[in-house]
């Protein structure tokens, strides 16, 4: 049989191989995504050195946030890809063992989640940061609190969405592997 099986209701119902594929590829995929998203501070590092704007408050703020919007960004899309990788591997590994876990509807929901978490996180860092620039200039270098907590609480509900999927895959990682007690 396939990667994928029918169901009575006629629709494709995900293999546990299928699912640790879909993780390991768009988890790859993200992660190479974040490993890019790396040389936005580079850049950012280099024009500020040229513009010569090192004064106290770009120190301070360099210090507290890295100097650069796009950290978050970058570190997230690199730690969450990786994270998607073991999953994937995890599912992998449980078909290796030998069992053959039911995958649930949470499950099969787990990679989109994930995904999607991590690219609206890189969206809303990037876009957020430029539409906000213009509703609070400079809001990022300067003490501009509300452009700040809106900026980063947009960017805390896409990883949440992300925390979600993960939390669907380990339970069911969970429950399979509870086989080999």
Not at 82 to 91: D, K
Not at 93 to 108: D, F, K, L
Not at 164 to 180: D, E, L, N, P, T
Request: glycine share 12%; hydrophobic share 50%; net charge positive.
């Amino acid at each position: 049989m396939s990667n994928a099986a029918i169901t009575m209701h006629g629709q494709a119902a995900v293999t546990p191989t299928a699912l640790g594929w879909n993780f390991i590829r768009w988890g790859l995929g993200l992660f190479i995504t974040g490993f890019l998203t790396g040389f936005v501070p580079i850049l950012h590092y280099m024009h500020g050195a040229i513009e010569g704007d090192v004064g106290p408050l770009f120190l301070k703020n360099m210090t507290l946030w890295w100097g650069c919007p796009a950290i978050l960004a970058e570190l997230t899309l690199k730690t969450g890809g990786l994270g998607m990788v073991a999953i994937g591997f995890c599912y992998l590994a449980i078909i290796q063992q030998g069992a053959s876990p039911n995958i649930s509807s949470h499950e099969r929901l787990a990679p989109a989640l994930c995904a999607y978490g991590l690219i609206a996180e890189l969206v809303c860092a990037a876009a957020g940061y430029a539409i906000f620039n213009h509703f609070w200039p400079n809001f990022y270098f300067h003490p501009v609190s509300t452009g700040k907590n809106v900026w980063l609480a947009l960017q805390g509900v896409s990883v949440a969405v992300y925390v979600v999927g993960v939390c669907y895959a380990f339970a069911g990682i969970r429950r399979a592997s509870g086989q080999f007690r």
